[in-house]
């Protein structure tokens, strides 16, 4: 019989363990599930925090503008209008109506091709981007990929012929956009005198070469909008730079309306 009652209480020991072993367990995975949730949250709070305005096209999909707009957290758009000389974003006259219609800031950008003219290219860009809609200085995107049919110093010379054009027609110096290695592998420092707005996404604003001074710093392409259904980029006014100084109207210069070849 004491034999029986120590087998018992060994078995009831034995269960109390594992049953404080179990808990001790679930409370464990419980407290790491809760700190991925707060580490998600950090991440998502980080994307989406401190920004200025966004950048827009096609790959955006249907944009809900008075929801973007109630949000209160964009204060500008970059529109993508054009690409090259024969392809015109098909969004790109609803999103400039409907951000417009709702309070936010619109500006255009053309999308640089090393497959057609520069006349070509400025005379697609300007037929969509009408100066009459325009809130903002136009912005002229040089990417690495679209300029595979040129040479540096053919970038470097279309850009700058693209530049006069467009602050010809619309009255303002444009605004350069690249990416930050691209920029300071090709275009630094030629340009350095304009308004950059230069993309980043790892830790730091861009360093630019031979004392550039990043304007508008793209910080992230992985920002959640609401009334936007898919991840957009997140732009940040840095160095002094305010949305009065991107204005179309703005009586702040940047660069000159003619670059010595």
């Avoid at 034995?14 to 949250?41: C, N, P």
């Avoid at 340009?191 to 996404?201: H, T």
Wanted: charged share 25%.
């Amino acid at each position: 019989e004491g034999q029986k009652t120590g087998r018992e209480n060994s078995y009831r020991e034995m269960r109390k363990q594992a049953f404080i072993f179990f808990l001790a367990a679930l409370l464990l995975v419980l407290a790491g599930a809760t700190a991925a949730e707060m580490s998600k949250g950090k991440k998502k709070q980080a994307t989406t925090q401190w920004f200025h305005g966004i950048d827009v096209s096609h790959h955006q999909g249907r944009i809900n503008w008075k929801r973007v707009a109630r949000g209160g957290e964009v204060q500008f758009v970059y529109i993508k209008a054009t690409q090259g000389s024969t392809i015109v974003d098909d969004r790109y006259a609803y999103n400039l109506r409907e951000a417009r219609r709702n309070g936010i800031l619109c500006g255009s950008y053309l999308y640089l091709s090393s497959y057609s003219t520069i006349e070509q290219q400025f005379a697609a860009f300007k037929k969509v981007a009408k100066k009459s809609k325009q809130d903002l200085r136009p912005v002229i995107d040089v990417e690495r990929e679209a300029m595979r049919c040129w040479t540096p110093k053919e970038v470097r010379r279309n850009l700058k012929k693209m530049i006069r054009l467009i602050t010809d027609y619309y009255g303002q110096s444009p605004i350069i956009y690249s990416q930050y290695k691209y920029y300071n592998e090709v275009l630094a420092p030629t340009f350095n005198k304009y308004y950059l707005f230069i993309a980043k996404y790892s830790k730091g604003c861009p360093a630019l070469k031979g004392g550039g001074k990043v304007n508008i710093w793209q910080f992230s392409e992985r920002g959640s909008v609401n009334g936007i259904p898919t991840r957009v980029d997140l732009n940040r006014c840095v160095n002094g730079m305010t949305i009065d100084k991107l204005k179309i109207n703005s009586s702040f210069k940047a660069g000159h309306s003619s670059v010595n070849e």
